[in-house]
């Protein structure tokens, strides 16, 4: 028997403008799906949030952008929680699911720069900006003339900081940047080639308490089986490799003709050594394919740069 649908749903979100965003479209979608069902948000300052002097890598990463969001949900102050399904752990605590992925946005990552259009362009001892070891990495080695510093805060502080004259160019999430109008801040998308996107980057996810089949239920019709696939095959990758934002690790998926292509990266922080390997599966068989292309990096060295990271 299909359970009884609630009547009434809170969205228990962060209160960065990204999240707000992300979380009114989650309620815009349910309003419009389910015209009679009440949708109320309740915002969350996480620790993640709070903890912003910091490189997100020295502070224990992904976790500290969800757990206030799950405590809410087990104490049954909200039903369900909206994330950046970049910032969700890739292994969930007991008792908690992801109901849905919607639609990915621009999974790239985005060049911002008022000066210059093209990392090409940045001259010697060029100052970028950027919060994620992942992309760090991937500049360092392209680019071992750049001078690389860390950048957090949400996507509104980070373009303040680059206006200020902090840096040359800043490296961002072109979804974070689209979803918030931002889209003519981007001087360039940057290819796979140059940085491959962290895994899950561009899709938003919903978590639920594992025991709610109601809201299984009254969101299975936002999960997009497309994006979903390749969010799944991301995550294996990376929770085969126990990725965390403590190791400069990227995992990118696309549908090619009907095919599942997974590409996926593991760098030294300083560049000195970057790892990538890449496979094709069915759509049906995603976390297989995330593990066969982790696997395909440990024999390319991916273990011996994930042991020399190893605190
Ligand atoms: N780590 C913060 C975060 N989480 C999700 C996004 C962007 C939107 C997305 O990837 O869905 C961002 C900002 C950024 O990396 O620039």
Redesign the pocket.
Known sequence: MSPTLPTKVVIATRESP?ALW?AHFVKSWLEKTYPHLSVQLLGITTQ?DKILDVT?NKIGG?GL?VKELEQAMSEGRADLAVH????VPMVLPEGFSLAAIGE??D?R??FVSNRFKHPDELPAGAIVGT??LR?ESQIRSLYPHLVVKPLRG??GT?LKKLDDGEFDAI???????K?LGLTERIACELSPEISL??P?????GIEICSDRADLMALLAPFNHAETAACVTAERALSRRLNGS?QIPLAAYATNEEGFLRLRGLVAMPDGSHRVVAESNGSFAAADGLGRIVADLLCTEGAREILKQLAV
């Open positions: 990204l992300q993640g997100l992904k952008f950046s399904m970049k910032d990915r946005e999974p990552d985005a919060a994620s992309r949400n996507v980070r490296i961002l999430a072109a979804a974070g940047l979803r996107p962290a899950g980057q561009g899709a938003v934002c």
